[in-house]
């Protein structure tokens, strides 16, 4: 899922100067992150060990099979049955292509400190490098994608309260008919138990259970694949086309899903023969090849199971009267939990340097450093439950991050980057390159425009009717 490992690494962006080890701690004398950090940022920018094809691939699936697969019925929805279908393959081929643009661009590009580039390090070298009149907006660039990386990773942090709240609701339910307690009391549970394991230390710590998170979300869509393939309905008793009106919330909730691009750069960077990882039959391909056919699968028959009653993830449309699919729906929340640590150390690692150094600069303690940086991500946990509190409609919270935010970072930047890194003799003939570059951004910049416009006005539609907390 986009919250294992390997995304961590690609969405990392400071890469710590000066390290020291001291037994089992790594401290960076920079950038002041503490052990699991400081290591994620190391291993991004000196891979230890080579990985191969194999591996790679295992990397690349884990990293973009997430809740997003699970909002793929809502989805279709808003599509209609047969446009979705086909919509849902499209998105992955351009969004599978702008992921090849900017492996091709970190490879044209040198970083000036010799380390692998991460994303907004590749869109800021890329203006640092381009033509002269870009350059000045460098650092800028680097910090527009900064805050859309962390809009990003927030609203996945926020998501994950939300729907381990509503697992949780429905799973209680199940068993205690009698007993109505309010979705924010949940909410404010797992907020609670949240806070102290994002102070786990060392991402070895927090590796070993984003394993368990693995295997979780794998015996989770075993059951949720297998629930929607029996006892189905005519396909034909569902509209081939929903609505125009409509179609934008279905781009939130599919590019929301294939926002998986920070992580290539970094699994590319591991392994041993980087030539086949975006070879056309290469790592690359065949990942983003199997993860469009599950998201379509999904979509199609979770859709074609449970109609227009589908909620924003299918698990929460499992029959809540049966322990087996109740056992389905803990599992994958458990998944969502594990996994937050994990998620919730790429805007901490982005935004946490600024504050240390303000701090240093008062000459606080190391101690106190440390009891800042806690109180820190407490306040981050705490901001993200203030969030899925106010907006506890999960369809909506999804289409809403995917549309402002996922389409910035697979759509719109990743075009801009390999038309400055290309320009201007590498555009092809007629500059062909450059038009369909152009057509992508367009099509990236008018799912995010309409895209956010539509579901604001859901958002606002529910609260004035009162259904925003049902």
């Not at 793929?72 to 086909?86: H, N």
């Not at 006892?231 to 569902?238: A, E, G, M, Q, R």
């Not at 599919?254 to 980087?274: D, Q, S, T």
């Not at 109180?375 to 549309?403: D, E, M, R």
Request: charged letters at 15%; proline letters at 4%.
């Amino acid at each position: 899922m986009a919250t294992e490992t390997d995304a961590l690494l690609g969405n990392a962006h400071y890469s710590p100067r000066s390290v020291e080890e001291t037994g089992d701690e790594t401290i960076s004398n920079e950038t002041g992150l503490d052990s699991a950090e400081t290591e994620l940022y190391s291993l991004q920018s000196k891979p230890r060990t080579t990985t191969t094809g194999t591996q790679s691939l295992m990397h690349l699936l884990k990293g973009n099979i997430g809740t997003g697969i699970l909002a793929m019925p809502a989805a279709l929805s808003y599509s209609g049955i047969w446009v979705g279908f086909v919509l849902i393959p499209i998105l992955g081929l351009v969004a599978t292509h702008c992921m090849h643009l900017l492996i091709n661009a970190a490879r044209k590009l040198k970083d000036p400190d010799g380390e692998n580039l991460g994303y907004s390090r590749v869109v800021e070298e890329a203006f640092r490098q381009g033509p002269v009149k870009f350059q000045r907006f460098a650092r800028a660039i680097k910090l527009i994608v900064d805050t859309f990386l962390c809009i990003t990773q927030f609203g996945f942090c926020i998501v994950y309260i939300l729907f381990i709240s509503r697992t949780l609701e429905i799973v209680v339910k199940a068993y205690h008919p009698d007993i109505s307690i309010n979705i924010r009391v949940y909410e404010i549970l797992v907020t609670l138990v949240l806070i102290p394991y994002t102070f786990i230390g060392g991402l070895r710590n927090l590796s070993y259970f984003s394993t368990i998170a693995n295997v979780s979300t794998m015996a989770g869509l075993i059951g949720v694949l297998v629930y929607s393939t029996y006892d189905l309905p005519d396909v034909s008793d569902y509209p081939a086309f929903e609505s125009w009106s409509t179609l934008p919330l279905f781009f939130g909730l599919a590019i929301y899903a294939f926002e998986g691009i920070g992580l290539v750069m970094p699994i590319e960077n591991k392994m041993k023969y980087k030539h086949r990882f975006n070879a056309w039959n290469g790592v690359l391909n065949t990942g983003m090849f199997i993860v469009t056919a599950l998201y379509t699968a999904v979509g199609f028959f979770g859709f074609l199971k449970v109609g227009k009653k589908v909620k924003g993830s299918i698990t929460l449309n499992l029959p809540s009267n049966q322990w087996q699919y109740n056992c389905i729906q803990i599992l994958i929340a458990l998944a969502i939990f594990l996994s937050y640590g994990l998620q919730f150390l790429v805007p901490i690692n982005i935004i946490w340097p600024y504050f240390r150094k303000k701090l240093e600069k008062r000459n606080y303690s190391r101690l106190k450093l440390r009891w800042c940086r806690y109180l820190f991500k407490t306040i981050v946990v705490l901001s993200t439950f203030v969030a899925a509190a106010v907006l506890p409609q999960l369809n909506l919270l999804i289409s809403l991050i995917g549309a402002f935010s996922s389409s910035s970072i697979a759509l719109i930047f990743p075009p801009i980057v390999d038309c400055i890194v290309n320009w201007p003799n590498d555009l092809g003939y007629f500059r062909w390159k450059l038009i369909k570059n152009i057509l992508i951004i367009a099509f990236g910049l008018f799912g995010f425009a309409v895209g956010t416009a539509t579901t604001l006005e859901e958002i606002v539609k529910a609260f004035q009717s009162g259904h925003i907390y049902d």
